[in-house]
T-cell receptor
């Protein structure tokens, strides 16, 4: 029973364009959301987060949007760069302080 | 600066053998998590430690799995009588505190292959 769903296993985007990665969650009680980025043979690294009191958080080229009524969040990367090619994991912090991850979306930035 | 260190980076073992995986968290981090990533899957929560509190073991898949954290620092994940389905990358992460505003810092993982 997946609590965090990333329905697109992969995504290809032209360099310079916007990358949009999507994530759905099942529990309306979740109140803190995170995105991590992972390169091959490395551990995931924290990218950006958002709490449920906000609907948008921006950090440079990265913006996370939260739609609580739809239980949906998305990560926007603009403009996309070759170094953005990686696997992106959506995650939520549950009430037991466990961070639950989705299965990830592999992003390919095309030259 | 020193990040989270895991050893070994790769481990090949025969089915039925026991293995120990080690994690050295970032100094001063009170929370330590273990996850595993099987082929084509996301990060599956296994266990977390916070300070001197009892660990949350709710993610351990069977009683063959156990973990310790000695002196609030180094942690060891032990898998007894390994099975082929235990093959995965085992990731350790630490954070300054539990909860929001304290992101996890991951090690590079131990790739376990059970033959």
């Amino acid at each position: 029973d997946q609590q965090v769903k990333q329905n697109s296993p992969s995504l290809s985007v032209q360099e310079g364009r916007i990358s949009i990665l999507n994530c759905d969650y099942t529990n309306s009680m979740f109140d803190y959301f995170l995105w991590y980025k992972k390169y091959p043979a490395e551990g995931p690294t924290f990218l950006i987060s958002i709490s449920s009191i906000k609907d948008k958080n921006e950090d440079g080229r990265f913006t996370v949007f939260l739609n609580k009524s739809a239980k949906h969040l998305s990560l926007h990367i603009v403009p996309s760069q070759p170094g953005d090619s990686a696997v992106y994991f959506c995650a939520v912090l549950n009430r037991d302080d466990k961070i639950i991850f989705g299965k990830g979306t592999r992003l390919h930035i095309l030259p | 600066g020193a990040g989270v260190s895991q050893s070994p980076s790769n481990k090949v073992t025969e089915k039925g053998k026991d293995v120990e995986l080690r994690c050295d968290p970032i100094s001063g981090h009170t929370a330590l998590y273990w996850y595993r990533q099987s082929l084509g899957q996301g990060l599956e929560f296994l266990i977390y430690f916070q300070g001197n509190s009892a660990p949350d073991k709710s993610g351990l898949p069977s009683d063959r799995f156990s973990a310790e954290r000695t002196g609030g620092s180094v942690s060891t994940l032990t898998i007894q009588r390994t099975q082929q389905e235990d093959s995965a990358v085992y990731l350790c992460a630490s954070s300054l505190l539990l909860g929001a505003d304290s992101p996890l810092h991951f090690g590079n993982g131990t790739r376990l292959t059970v033959t």
